[in-house]
């Protein structure tokens, strides 16, 4: 039973808009019992076309894109609150783990990407302010600061100081005993950067860098602005400078007019880049976007070889990921808390190298414990009783 509902959604895949779709069906029916009175669907799908088409369906009561959140206040009975085109959203005071954004929106024109019509332009917060928010919040307790962008690398002080974000990332990581950044762009990441993240103590050494594809014909088409040498130069620098780190990533597979050649490329990539984790996606197309089109051609890539391709790269993955996770088995980790012991006794945390681990403490979320690994699957190392009481 509720006043309202709000729907913060996502709209970067079909099947984000499918699983809203389902949850919009469930709360008209929940609106005609009388136990939900409004309903409020929220971000990037509020932003987009389709949501006119919801809004009629579904009968929804508000609909509030990217840039205009702060009518969400008024709609509630709250003061209006200014808008400001700057993302200066206050972050979650008091809580152990805060998400900073540092931009909004995004300068690159992939194919397949929605982002840019949903999100418009990039429009970055300048320095002072963000940093002047991660004190409030280390302040107010806070642990750890995530920086978020969707192009976070790409960031560049508004106020004309010239400092990029190597510069911003440096500033924070004296502010907040423990930060972590994403999403990043190849196109943008300075080898400095790389470089900070293993130098300074206070950066999780995490890097999560898309990659998309392998194959230099295929991120010509999806333009992205480099090739996989260049990506893998990257990456061995990431290695060098960070050589604990975990690395992660995105590849789509699928994308009209990929070549089974395309994906042996992709295939030789994973392989060469060793990754500790990876997000893989089935190309879904996005109304409005040029790989859409694209995918109306002959070049579209049927979905039984997509799910091939997909359950390949995918296997390829998890066996790397694998290998690389057994090798931790012995060592002694500083774990942070991310959430505290559930059901099966075992805490969630985060090694300093960014490794995911249960760990058996009652320990709270912001703590640290020391333990050892003890055994490890593919997407997760578990941990043994902790060594001394928590920090
Ligand atoms: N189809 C499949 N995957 C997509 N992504 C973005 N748009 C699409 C699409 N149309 C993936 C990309 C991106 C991640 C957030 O979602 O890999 O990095
Ligand atoms: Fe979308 Fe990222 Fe490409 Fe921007 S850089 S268009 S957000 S995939």
Not at 190 to 195: C, I, M, V
Not at 296 to 308: D, L
Not at 336 to 365: D, F, L, M, Q
Request: overall charge neutral; glycine content about 10%; hydrophobic content about 35%.
């Amino acid at each position: 039973d509720a006043d309202l509902v709000v729907l913060n959604t996502c709209y970067v895949r079909e099947n984000a808009v499918d699983r809203v779709r389902g949850h919009l069906g469930e709360l008209s029916r929940l609106k005609r019992e009388g136990r939900v009175k409004k309903v409020a669907l929220t971000g990037c799908i509020g932003a987009a076309e389709e949501s006119r088409q919801l809004e009629k369906q579904y009968s929804i009561d508000l609909i509030l894109g990217t840039h205009n959140t702060y009518e969400l206040a008024e709609f509630i009975g709250l003061p209006g609150m200014e808008e400001t085109h700057t993302p200066e959203l206050p972050g979650t005071e008091g809580e152990h783990t805060a998400f900073v954004t540092i931009m909004t929106g995004c300068n690159y024109k992939c194919s397949y990407c929605v982002v840019p019509s949903v999100r418009g332009r990039m429009v970055c917060r300048p320095m002072e302010n963000v940093v002047h928010e991660v004190r409030r919040l280390v302040g107010s307790g806070t642990r750890y600061v995530t920086l978020l962008g969707q192009t976070v690398d790409a960031w560049r002080d508004p106020e004309g100081s010239g400092n990029k974000f190597f510069d911003l990332l440096g500033r924070v990581a004296e502010e907040a005993p423990r930060v972590w950044f994403t999403t990043s762009h190849p196109s943008n990441m300075e080898d400095r950067t790389l470089r900070l993240i293993g130098e300074r103590e206070t950066i999780v050494g995490k890097l999560h860098l898309p990659v998309q594809s392998g194959s230099d014909r295929m991120l010509k088409a999806m333009h992205r602005g480099y090739k996989s040498d260049r990506y893998r130069r990257k990456i061995e620098v990431f290695r060098e400078a960070v050589p604990r780190g975990t690395l992660s990533t995105d590849i789509i597979v699928g994308h009209p007019g990929e070549a089974e050649e395309d994906h042996e490329e992709t295939l030789r990539l994973v392989e060469d880049c060793s990754f500790d984790s990876a997000y893989v996606f089935k190309f879904s197309p996005r109304s409005g976007t040029e790989a859409a089109e694209l995918a109306k051609s002959p070049g579209a890539v049927p979905e039984g070889v997509a799910q091939r391709r997909f359950l390949e790269v995918l296997r390829a993955v998890e066996q790397n990921a694998f290998k690389r996770n057994q090798r931790k088995i012995g060592s002694t980790e500083e774990i942070y808390i991310r959430h505290a012991k559930n059901g099966n006794g075992r805490a969630v945390g985060e090694t300093w190298s960014g490794h995911a681990v249960h760990v058996p403490t009652t320990a709270e979320p912001g703590g640290y414990v020391t333990s050892k690994i003890e055994s490890a699957g593919p997407h997760v190392l578990y941990a043994g009783e902790p060594v001394g009481p928590p920090r």
